[in-house]
């Protein structure tokens, strides 16, 4: 018996979608984990808070109020990566506090303690950090005008994406973050020997229908160019899971948007010398506080 070529195709694509899908909930799930350092190890008088998140959903974060509450507190926003949590980002915290900055480091949903969600993504990571930096705004010490944000791999995309939108942002700073969701896909499947077509292809477009988005609109690559504040791309040069060239590529791109790359000798998860990177993101952020916010919201 032969198959109709188009029967056999469908059934080929059904297959492959199929598999597609079981490879995602297989290496793409973020695996929830609590471990790690805890503020007061560090010295950090944090407190847990917990933010209203979409659909009744919480946000856990640890906040660490200003050494001074005069209320008029500059303050940044800390998100971790992909299967981080809210210690992910302690040692900055610490440095950050110690130079006078009230300090959130929520947790995305479907990390840490926050609650679980059907998936995570760019733009939820995105949306996650924004009601971050509401809550922060709406703390009287702090001084809604001068408020920052940073975040670590996918952490520092979904801050380029919040930079592209939301007016009166101060700062932001990206560490390590990728150029473009398909080069991510790509690598992660060529890791795994999948051939990009047909099952790499429809991966990833299997992503966009769940997450509800092209790549396109919400990588870096188009979102960097967008921003309303100075921006400081951060990353290690030994960097071998979102290679240097990936923040080369974003500062080929970067447009008109006020940026500066710096690489450091670091990998994608630490830096060598991590007093040296800490320093260069207090210097990013004392100068970019010395620029004038009108009261539209856009820095000149």
Same mark, same amino acid.
């Given at each position: 018996?032969?198959?109709?070529?188009?029967?056999?195709?469908?059934?080929?694509?059904?297959?492959?979608?199929?598999?597609?899908?079981?490879? @995602?909930?297989?290496?793409?799930?973020?695996?929830?984990?609590?471990?790690?350092?805890?503020?007061?190890?560090?010295?950090?008088?944090?407190?847990?808070v917990h933010l209203n998140g979409p659909n009744g959903l919480r946000l856990f974060a640890w906040y660490v109020p200003p050494l001074a509450p005069t209320g008029a507190a500059p303050a940044v926003a800390l998100m971790h990566g992909w299967?981080?949590?809210?210690?992910?980002?302690?040692p900055a915290a610490r440095a950050l506090h110690a130079a006078g900055y009230a300090v959130l480091l929520p947790e995305s949903r479907n990390h840490g303690r926050s609650s679980r969600d059907d998936h995570s993504s760019l733009p939820r990571f995105a949306d996650d950090l924004d009601r971050a930096l509401d809550w922060l705004a709406a703390?009287?010490?702090?001084?809604?005008q001068r408020l920052a944000a940073l975040g670590h791999s996918v952490g520092g995309a979904a801050v380029l994406l919040v930079a592209s939108r939301r007016p009166g942002l101060a700062a932001a700073v990206s560490v390590s973050a990728f150029a473009h969701p398909e080069q991510v896909?790509?690598?992660?499947?060529? %890791?795994?020997? +999948?051939?990009?077509?047909?099952?790499?292809?429809?991966?990833?477009?299997?992503?966009?229908?769940?997450?509800?988005?092209?790549? $396109?609109r919400i990588a870096p690559l %188009?979102?960097?160019?967008?921003?309303?504040?100075?921006? @400081?791309?951060?990353?290690g040069a030994q960097d071998t899971t979102v290679p240097l060239a990936d923040a080369q590529q974003l500062m080929a791109h970067k447009g008109n948007a006020p940026v500066r790359? @710096?690489?450091?000798?670091?990998?994608?998860?630490?830096?060598? $010398? +991590?007093?040296?990177?800490?320093? %260069? +993101?207090? $210097?990013f952020l004392a100068q970019a506080r010395q620029r004038v916010v009108p009261a539209g919201g856009l820095a000149h």
């Open positions: 018996m032969t198959l109709n070529p188009l029967v056999l195709s469908l059934a080929l694509a059904g297959a492959a979608l199929l598999g597609a899908r079981q490879l @995602l909930r297989w290496g793409l799930a973020p695996t929830a984990t609590v471990a790690g350092t805890q503020p007061a190890e560090l010295g950090l008088p944090a407190r847990s299967g981080g949590n809210a210690s992910t980002l302690l703390q009287p010490e702090v001084n809604p896909m790509r690598r992660w499947l060529a %890791a795994y020997r +999948v051939p990009y077509w047909p099952l790499g292809w429809l991966v990833n477009r299997y992503v966009e229908w769940v997450i509800g988005t092209r790549f $396109d %188009a979102t960097l160019p967008q921003a309303r504040c100075p921006v @400081l791309l951060l990353h790359l @710096l690489a450091l000798d670091g990998t994608h998860e630490s830096f060598a $010398d +991590v007093a040296q990177a800490e320093q %260069a +993101v207090l $210097d």
